[in-house]
Nanobody, 115 residues
């Protein structure tokens, strides 16, 4: 079993920045991929960013150039640096980790961007 705990969410004005963290309960070296989804009120959950075990990153078109994902294997943690935030970035951000055929999820952290 893997536990994921997100932190770093909060309320920020448009144009501001936040850094989300996702700490795993075990070594993340063997995870196929880790990343972030978000869900805005009344909308489906969407992929925001992901990073593979080889360090390749993938971003949603809407956040490319503004968000940067990184990983620290020594800390068993991945990060999402979010800059130039927009009101449409508001939502609950969920960390996920893929290990073999299983996907683990964190409980989520709220990000609210005010205009």
């Amino acid at each position: 079993q893997v536990q994921l705990v997100e932190s770093g969410g909060g309320l920020v004005q448009a144009g501001g920045s936040l850094r989300l963290s996702c700490a795993a309960s075990r070594n993340i070296d063997n995870f196929n991929a880790m990343g972030w989804y978000r869900q805005a009120p009344g909308k489906q959950r969407e992929l925001v960013a992901a990073i593979t075990s080889g360090g390749f990153t993938n971003y949603a078109v809407s956040v490319k150039g503004r968000f940067t994902m990184s990983r620290d294997n020594a800390e068993n943690t991945v990060y999402l640096q979010m800059n130039s935030l927009k009101p449409e970035d508001t939502g609950v951000y969920y960390c996920f980790a893929n290990l073999m055929t299983t996907t683990y999820w964190g409980p989520g952290t709220q990000v609210t961007v005010s205009s």
